[in-house]
């Protein structure tokens, strides 16, 4: 949604609706997204004629996991690394946390490294 709202928004604003078609999503599923999206002041709305969202930042300024985050309620693989603290009680004598914590380390050091701008350059490939 990010990436079509860059493309075609310009310095203008863009209905929810043309996105929802341009990606063959539902504009409710949208609808949710956006408002996460602009709880954390990556977009911005208007509403009225000619209304719709923008970004308010820049594509380099935004990374993946920031996205990520924020739309799929964390990047965690366990449920105990999910929180602030592991408050897991198994913790202390866990065999496979240190394997859990280095790959969701790996997993936000890769979202991170990657903005939406390298994403609109397709430079991953």
């Known amino acids: ?7 075609h928004g310009g310095n203008g604003y ?23 999206l ?14 719709g969202y923008k ?6 300024e935004i990374t ?7 739309t799929e309620d964390g990047l965690a693989p366990v449920a105990c690394l999910s929180g602030k603290k592991n408050t897991c ?7 496979t946390l240190p394997m859990w914590e280095a790959f969701e380390k790996n997993v ?4 991170d490294g990657i903005t939406l701008q390298m994403l609109l350059d397709e430079e991953l490939g």
């Open 1 to 7: 949604m990010l990436l079509d709202l860059v493309e």
């Open 14 to 36: 863009v209905a929810l609706k043309d996105v929802a078609e341009r990606q063959g999503v539902s504009k409710q599923y949208l609808e949710q997204i956006v408002t996460l």
């Open 55 to 60: 970004m308010t930042k820049e594509p380099p």
């Open 64 to 70: 993946v996991g920031e996205v990520l985050r924020l």
């Open 38 to 51: 602009g709880t954390a002041d990556i977009l911005t709305a208007t509403r009225g004629r000619g209304g």
């Open 108 to 111: 936000n050091e890769f979202f």
């Open 89 to 95: 009680k198994r913790a202390k004598n866990c065999k």
